[in-house]
Antibody
Framework: QVQLVESGGGVVQPGGSLRLSCEASGVTLSTYGMHWVRQSPGKGLEWVAFIRYDGGNKYYADSVKGRFTISRDNSKNTLYLQMRSLRTEDTAVYYC?????????????????WGRGMMVTVSS | DIVMTQSPDSLAVSLGERATINCRSSQSILYSSTNKTYLTWYQQKPGQPPKLLIYWASTRESGVPDRFSGSGSGTDFTLTISSLQTEDVAVYYCQQYYSIPLTFGGGTKVQIK
């Protein structure tokens, strides 16, 4: 059974940094493109970033570009989101999500598995 | 950016009745190279992550009850729950994965009347 588990969230002051991790079990992440999606409290879903299975292509939402970095360590079967210069509007539950098919160069694939989510609160 | 507009924001349907949710994209999300429409429907219950229901606009994910169906083409799409059950109470989102940034509709909250 495929599982994704996020960790690394918490409370941070504006301007601070956090690194989220997403560890996979039941699947070899190194062959799958991965996304981060966030959801502000009581709000809808917002796509944050994508990384190709081999780390070759990365894309970001304009709202996080230049502040967030998506990366992966395939040897650890783990996805990361390094978040810097955090703002109050970054407060959200952050989900990692796996695309449905392995070996795809493109971001054009639906997500078949989501993690449970990790809360990040940016507040002074 | 492709804007995804869902309607209604919420709806209340009697048990066993049909629920219909609409989603409109601001431009076509049909990818000519594959002839597939890159639209997904997710269901989200409180405190849970989204769950994949429908992809390619009309393909039901394995294990999803057949009372859920997706339809539409071009820029107008519909999620239909043919006979609403209590476990279907949730928020439903459409999403396009045709272009970056991937975008979601605002969500539709489905409740029992």
């Amino acid at each position: 059974q495929v599982q994704l588990v996020e960790s690394g969230g918490g409370v941070v002051q504006p301007g601070g940094s956090l690194r989220l991790s997403c560890e996979a079990s039941g699947v070899t992440l190194s062959t799958y493109g991965m996304h981060w999606v966030r959801q502000s409290p009581g709000k809808g879903l917002e796509w944050v970033a994508f990384i190709r299975y081999d780390g070759g292509n990365k894309y970001y939402a304009d709202s996080v570009k230049g502040r967030f970095t998506i990366s992966r360590d395939n040897s650890k079967n783990t996805l990361y989101l390094q978040m810097r210069s955090l703002r109050t509007e970054d407060t959200a539950v952050y989900y990692c999500a796996k695309v449905w098919v392995a070996g795809l160069f493109s971001f054009r694939a639906h997500f078949d598995t989501w993690g449970r989510g990790m809360m990040v609160t940016v507040s002074s | 950016d492709i804007v995804m507009t869902q309607s209604p924001d919420s709806l209340a349907v009697s048990l066993g009745e049909r629920a219909t949710i609409n989603c409109r994209s601001s431009q076509s999300i049909l990818y000519s190279s594959t002839n597939k429409t890159y639209l997904t429907w997710y269901q989200q219950k409180p405190g849970q992550p989204p769950k994949l229901l429908i992809y390619w606009a009309s393909t039901r994910e394995s294990g999803v009850p057949d009372r859920f169906s997706g339809s539409g083409s071009g820029t107008d799409f519909t999620l239909t729950i043919s006979s609403l059950q209590t476990e279907d109470v949730a928020v439903y989102y459409c999403q396009q994965y045709y272009s970056i940034p991937l975008t979601f509709g605002g969500g539709t909250k489905v409740q029992i009347k």
